[in-house]
């Protein structure tokens, strides 16, 4: 009944992302051939439909790769794919920790080389057309390799703590790993920026002494403490623009993308930070932090039951070792098969993150002045090329930020 339940889910998902994306693509185009009224004064009729032909690139895209990933999950549950590797690696390596850790590495090499051309075209083909990308291929490949790199040094203690619980830790072992999987990304998101996030990027204190004049103003009228500002060489790779905080306490930075500063107006910039300073203010990262920990529990616990059930693997088109460890191949099995049947939540998960948004932007409006949080965004939304017009089903399911005319709408009511 197990393989049956899959089958139905996964046959759901595709063809409800499939079916998501044709709306998008349908929906960008028929608007394509006029800026909506709102925007009739501030963008462009040639960047409205620039940023119409580079959302259905996108999407088009993003189906081919919603196939490529059906096909290659079904190869290694239903096809026996998992199960060969399983047996190979076992009968090379042991069953012991290494064995298993190579399990689930080359699960994680084999869908990273599927993925691998998608990025290629996204990065080097469409980002390019549209005149966005500015990395070259040299620095891909040093990012990969530098991103595989953390990966391992990073992931393999952890990979080999969470199954040695399994093996020792008894049957509440799910417990023990719970605590250890939220130390763990406490302590990435504390040397994030002081140690992985240099080894990609160059950070420069904020060196406009009027703007940072301005910045720290407004950090001071929200109670807000931060160790620093920063600019981050983010043109080096692209024209897109962002800001983001990371650390924790008082260690927290905040930094800028070269290409934002280059683009805003101080005043602009200011109200950009005052939304993300919203998110704070309005406890919204302890909130998904709360959540997301929440749900890792209870998805471990879940972990825990079926990793002992037979059924789990045979159902999957793997079969379990008679003697020996499985704790690896539940592992990775359970990862594989768990975005399947969490797909149809997505949509909850948009609207609270979309709710969100909309109280960093409230928060932002009475701390500055609206029009320039509206004005920024305008520019982003010219400079990223994002379409005006998406499709309503398709922004419930996908979209974190509401779309551009509900945002204005809003702030408009707070001017």
Same mark, same amino acid.
């Given at each position: 009944m197990f393989t049956y339940?899959?089958?139905?889910?996964?046959?759901?998902?595709v063809m409800t992302k499939l079916w998501l994306a044709a709306r998008q693509? @349908?929906?960008? &185009?028929?608007? @394509?051939?006029? &800026?909506?009224? @709102?925007f009739a004064d501030t963008i462009t009729l040639t960047d409205h439909q620039r940023a119409a032909d580079y959302t259905v690139a996108r999407t088009r895209l993003g189906m081919a790769e919603i196939f490529a990933q059906a096909v290659l999950l079904v190869a290694f549950t239903l096809l026996g794919g998992l199960n060969l590797l399983h047996i190979g690696i076992s009968e090379w390596l042991g069953e012991g920790y290494v064995g298993q850790i190579a399990l689930i590495a080359a699960v994680l090499l084999i869908s990273g080389i599927v993925d691998l051309p998608f990025?290629?075209?996204?990065?080097?083909v469409i980002e390019q057309r549209f005149g966005f990308n500015h990395m070259s291929l040299g620095l891909f490949i040093a990012d990969l390799l530098k991103g595989t790199a953390i990966g391992i040094v990073l992931g393999l203690p952890l990979l080999f703590v969470v199954l040695w619980l399994m093996e020792r830790a008894g049957p509440l072992w799910w417990i023990y790993t719970w605590i250890v999987w939220v130390a763990?990304?406490?302590f990435v998101q504390f040397i994030f920026p002081h140690v992985i996030a240099p080894m990609f990027n160059k950070f420069e204190p904020l060196s406009d002494a009027?703007?940072?004049?301005?910045?720290?103003?407004l950090m001071q009228r929200c109670g807000f403490a931060a160790r620093g500002l920063f600019v981050m060489d983010g043109s080096k790779r692209s024209a897109?623009?962002?800001a983001y905080f990371s650390g924790f306490g008082r260690a927290k930075r905040i930094v800028f993308f070269d290409t934002l500063i280059e683009?805003?107006?101080?005043?602009e910039i200011e109200a950009v930070l005052a939304h993300e300073l919203g998110h704070f203010k309005r406890r919204h990262i302890t909130q998904r932090l709360i959540t997301a920990f929440a749900l890792s529990l209870a998805f471990l616990a879940l972990l825990g039951w079926l990793a002992g059930r037979t059924w789990f693997y045979t159902e999957l088109g793997v079969m379990p070792l008679m003697t020996g460890s499985n704790n690896g191949l539940a592992l990775v099995l359970f990862f594989l098969v768990l975005p399947v049947f969490g797909f149809f939540a997505s949509p909850l998960n948009s609207l609270t993150s979309r709710k969100h948004e909309f109280e960093a932007d409230a928060f932002a409006a009475s701390q500055t002045q609206a029009s320039d949080l509206i004005n920024a965004l305008v520019k982003l939304y010219q400079d990223n090329a994002s379409t005006l017009t998406p499709d309503p089903v398709y922004t419930a399911f996908y979209y974190s930020h509401p779309p551009a005319s509900q945002r204005i709408d809003r702030l408009l009511g707070h001017a």
């Amino acid at each position: 009944m197990f393989t049956y339940l899959f089958v139905i889910f996964l046959l759901a998902m595709v063809m409800t992302k499939l079916w998501l994306a044709a709306r998008q693509v @349908r929906h960008v &185009v028929a608007h @394509r051939a006029a &800026v909506p009224e @709102r925007f009739a004064d501030t963008i462009t009729l040639t960047d409205h439909q620039r940023a119409a032909d580079y959302t259905v690139a996108r999407t088009r895209l993003g189906m081919a790769e919603i196939f490529a990933q059906a096909v290659l999950l079904v190869a290694f549950t239903l096809l026996g794919g998992l199960n060969l590797l399983h047996i190979g690696i076992s009968e090379w390596l042991g069953e012991g920790y290494v064995g298993q850790i190579a399990l689930i590495a080359a699960v994680l090499l084999i869908s990273g080389i599927v993925d691998l051309p998608f990025t290629y075209v996204r990065q080097f083909v469409i980002e390019q057309r549209f005149g966005f990308n500015h990395m070259s291929l040299g620095l891909f490949i040093a990012d990969l390799l530098k991103g595989t790199a953390i990966g391992i040094v990073l992931g393999l203690p952890l990979l080999f703590v969470v199954l040695w619980l399994m093996e020792r830790a008894g049957p509440l072992w799910w417990i023990y790993t719970w605590i250890v999987w939220v130390a763990f990304n406490l302590f990435v998101q504390f040397i994030f920026p002081h140690v992985i996030a240099p080894m990609f990027n160059k950070f420069e204190p904020l060196s406009d002494a009027s703007l940072a004049q301005r910045i720290e103003g407004l950090m001071q009228r929200c109670g807000f403490a931060a160790r620093g500002l920063f600019v981050m060489d983010g043109s080096k790779r692209s024209a897109h623009g962002n800001a983001y905080f990371s650390g924790f306490g008082r260690a927290k930075r905040i930094v800028f993308f070269d290409t934002l500063i280059e683009r805003l107006s101080p005043a602009e910039i200011e109200a950009v930070l005052a939304h993300e300073l919203g998110h704070f203010k309005r406890r919204h990262i302890t909130q998904r932090l709360i959540t997301a920990f929440a749900l890792s529990l209870a998805f471990l616990a879940l972990l825990g039951w079926l990793a002992g059930r037979t059924w789990f693997y045979t159902e999957l088109g793997v079969m379990p070792l008679m003697t020996g460890s499985n704790n690896g191949l539940a592992l990775v099995l359970f990862f594989l098969v768990l975005p399947v049947f969490g797909f149809f939540a997505s949509p909850l998960n948009s609207l609270t993150s979309r709710k969100h948004e909309f109280e960093a932007d409230a928060f932002a409006a009475s701390q500055t002045q609206a029009s320039d949080l509206i004005n920024a965004l305008v520019k982003l939304y010219q400079d990223n090329a994002s379409t005006l017009t998406p499709d309503p089903v398709y922004t419930a399911f996908y979209y974190s930020h509401p779309p551009a005319s509900q945002r204005i709408d809003r702030l408009l009511g707070h001017a």
